[in-house]
């Protein structure tokens, strides 16, 4: 054996060597890079349900704004007809008692749509709290992927610590996203 293959045998062993070092690092930035695209996904489904909860809660709110002004102009005629002269006073009697019906019905009802729109509410703010993690979540997952990358070109296993680290901080407040529901 010539002693430059004897060198190069010796390189391709500390390079093999090397390299099966690495492994735990390629293996885990796969891993990260699974956990930034379940992180995504779990983040555009919390804006899609905020948007969407905004949308009911809006129409909610536009539903009880609608029986909000029906109730203010029924007391305007009822106001109207308790003015206004008539010969027959029990017609007047009797369509204003079917007004006052009305509005006490609407009364109700806008009590309903109110709560409802405030429970509406609630639920965007929740999911927009949800997104808001996924969002800083996702955010950590691809720093801790990077710096754990750098690991590959420079062989020195600190940042793959420090990736490690950002990683579990993306994964926990990703897990505290659940815990709002």
């Not at 009911?56 to 005629?77: C, F, G, M, P, V």
């Not at 754990?148 to 990736?163: F, H, K, M, N, P």
Request: hydrophobic residues 45%; proline residues 1%; glycine residues 2%.
């Amino acid at each position: 054996m010539e002693p430059n293959e004897a060198h190069e045998l010796k390189e391709l062993a500390e390079r093999g060597a090397s390299e099966s070092a690495l492994l735990p690092v390629a293996f885990s930035m796969c891993v990260l890079a699974v956990l930034v695209a379940v992180t995504t996904v779990l983040d555009h489904r919390a804006n899609t349900e905020a948007i969407l909860f905004q949308n009911q809660a809006t129409d909610t709110w536009n539903e009880y704004q609608a029986h909000k002004i029906r109730s203010y102009n029924t007391s305007l005629i009822e106001d109207l007809l308790q003015v206004t002269t008539s010969s027959d006073k029990a017609a007047a009697a009797k369509i204003a008692k079917g007004y006052a019906e009305h509005e006490k019905k609407w009364d109700e009802e806008e009590k309903q749509e109110q709560a409802q729109a405030e429970a509406l509410q609630r639920k965007v703010e929740q999911a927009e709290a949800s997104a808001d993690r996924f969002d800083l979540a996702e955010a950590l997952l691809e720093i801790g992927l990077v710096i754990s990358s750098v690991t590959l070109l420079t062989r020195s296993r600190i940042y793959w610590y420090l990736g490690m680290v950002f990683s579990a901080l993306g994964v926990a407040l990703a897990a505290s996203a659940f815990l709002l529901k």
